[in-house]
């Protein structure tokens, strides 16, 4: 198997979005997890896109792509003492904090290298994204962030903090989301809470919406524009003055990524009395390759990149590795194919390879940017 990436396609995506933001001030910092190939990264860099991390480890991409620590925002709901040293050392551009043990960590660390480390506060709105429960991360109920009164003590608490400076504000309700509505209440909470902190005299420089906006996987799919995402997010944000800085990773890479798998058998299916005939198109990619369907139930297009003559076929796409749930699509119509022909899975630019393991010791599909 072979995950193929458009350039062009990403260029656009890329371009797309931040004129959308007009001239409101604004960074996009590119979120690393949902592609972390360094051709892809070292792209987003060139497009004059910084760099949004969840891990130590995407913090080293993002080095090894070119990226300057302070065009660096370092996320995750659980960062290592390690990993906080490490973005601490660099002076990154901030680091949006989960909890007020966090914030003791970062400040302890700060105080130890006789630096001050620059701090932004994650808030969970209690805002439901409206997508995939699994992707859905400003509930209350969610791991993510703390509740508005929780981050207003943390920022109080962290001016207390010779080492450490509040930089922003910080939320992201989710990934897939494909409604105005739960991204401009999300603003709407971020934006009153930084005006009221102003209020109290704490100095602000940004306020960061997070990612989240969703891709139309399936023909036909409702999603939202580039425009619209702006005009939900930006009234409120403009209320405050605040540079906006945006995590997209989906919306850019995900359409502009191809898995190619070639079809290595293919069996009849047992149906009952007057059901259809219906086959297993056995394909060499699975879920070590793409996970998504497998771990969501989620849909690519898949279609075939030699079509045959002839009557198109119920099939289910199926993959090599040992596990029922191993499926890339079921019930799709596809012309005829034989072994040996190629299958194109559509919109797997994002949470594809970067998820992809070793289970059965396979080894990880082949990349290529063209």
Same mark, same amino acid.
């Given at each position: 198997p072979v995950?193929v990436?458009?350039g062009d &396609?990403?260029r656009?995506q890329?371009?797309?979005?931040?004129a959308?933001?007009?001239d409101?001030?604004?960074?996009?910092?590119?979120?690393i997890?949902?592609?972390a190939t &360094?051709?892809v990264?070292?792209?987003m860099?060139?497009?004059?896109a910084?760099a949004?991390?969840?891990?130590g480890?995407e913090?080293?991409?993002?080095l090894?792509?070119?990226?300057?620590p302070?065009q +660096?925002?370092f996320t995750?709901?659980?960062?290592?003492r390690?990993? &906080?040293?490490?973005a601490?050392s660099?002076g990154?551009?901030a680091i949006?904090a989960?909890?007020?043990?966090e914030v003791?960590r970062i400040?302890?660390?700060?105080?130890?290298?006789g630096?001050v480390?620059r701090v932004?506060v994650?808030i969970?709105?209690?805002?439901?994204?409206?997508?995939?429960?699994?992707i859905?991360?400003?509930?209350?109920?969610?791991?993510?962030?703390?509740s508005?009164?929780?981050?207003?003590?943390?920022v109080?608490?962290i001016?207390?903090?010779?080492?450490?400076k +509040?930089v922003?504000?910080?939320a992201?309700?989710?990934s897939?989301?494909?409604?105005? $509505?739960?991204?401009?209440?999300?603003?709407?909470?971020?934006?009153?809470?930084?005006?009221?902190?102003r209020a109290?005299?704490?100095p602000?420089?940004?306020?960061?919406?997070g990612g989240?906006?969703?891709?139309a996987?399936?023909?036909g799919q $409702?999603? +939202?524009s580039?425009?619209d995402?702006?005009?939900?997010i930006l009234?409120p944000i403009?209320?405050?003055?605040?540079?906006?800085v945006?995590?997209?990773?989906?919306? +850019?890479v995900g359409p502009?990524g191809?898995?190619?798998?070639?079809?290595?058998?293919?069996k009849t299916?047992v149906?009952?009395?007057g059901?259809?005939?219906?086959?297993f198109v056995i394909?060499d990619?699975?879920m070590t390759?793409l996970?998504?369907p497998?771990?969501?139930?989620?849909?690519?297009?898949?279609?075939?990149?030699?079509p045959r003559p002839?009557?198109?076929?119920?099939?289910?796409i199926v993959?090599?590795?040992?596990e029922?749930t191993?499926?890339?699509?079921?019930?799709?119509?596809l012309p005829?194919?034989e072994?040996g022909?190629?299958?194109?899975?559509r919109?797997?630019g994002a949470?594809?390879?970067?998820?992809?393991?070793?289970y059965?010791?396979?080894?990880?599909?082949?990349?290529?940017?063209?």
């Amino acid at each position: 198997p072979v995950y193929v990436y458009d350039g062009d &396609l990403l260029r656009a995506q890329c371009r797309a979005l931040s004129a959308a933001c007009g001239d409101y001030p604004h960074a996009m910092h590119y979120a690393i997890k949902a592609n972390a190939t &360094l051709a892809v990264v070292r792209l987003m860099r060139e497009e004059g896109a910084a760099a949004d991390a969840n891990s130590g480890g995407e913090i080293e991409v993002a080095l090894r792509a070119g990226y300057a620590p302070d065009q +660096i925002v370092f996320t995750g709901v659980g960062k290592s003492r390690a990993e &906080l040293a490490r973005a601490v050392s660099l002076g990154v551009k901030a680091i949006n904090a989960e909890s007020p043990g966090e914030v003791e960590r970062i400040a302890a660390i700060a105080a130890g290298l006789g630096t001050v480390a620059r701090v932004a506060v994650r808030i969970n709105p209690d805002v439901d994204a409206e997508s995939h429960p699994h992707i859905s991360t400003g509930l209350r109920s969610n791991k993510f962030g703390m509740s508005v009164d929780a981050a207003r003590a943390m920022v109080r608490d962290i001016g207390t903090h010779p080492s450490l400076k +509040i930089v922003g504000l910080h939320a992201h309700i989710g990934s897939q989301i494909t409604k105005t $509505a739960p991204l401009s209440r999300a603003a709407e909470t971020l934006a009153d809470l930084a005006l009221s902190l102003r209020a109290e005299g704490v100095p602000l420089s940004h306020i960061d919406i997070g990612g989240g906006l969703g891709i139309a996987y399936q023909t036909g799919q $409702a999603v +939202i524009s580039p425009q619209d995402y702006a005009a939900a997010i930006l009234p409120p944000i403009r209320r405050t003055g605040l540079t906006l800085v945006l995590e997209p990773g989906r919306w +850019i890479v995900g359409p502009a990524g191809t898995l190619v798998t070639s079809v290595v058998d293919l069996k009849t299916q047992v149906v009952g009395a007057g059901e259809p005939p219906r086959w297993f198109v056995i394909a060499d990619a699975g879920m070590t390759d793409l996970i998504r369907p497998a771990l969501y139930g989620a849909w690519h297009e898949i279609e075939a990149l030699q079509p045959r003559p002839g009557t198109a076929r119920l099939c289910d796409i199926v993959g090599p590795v040992c596990e029922t749930t191993d499926t890339l699509g079921s019930g799709r119509l596809l012309p005829p194919v034989e072994v040996g022909d190629l299958l194109a899975v559509r919109d797997a630019g994002a949470y594809g390879a970067v998820m992809a393991s070793n289970y059965n010791r396979r080894t990880a599909p082949a990349e290529v940017l063209v």
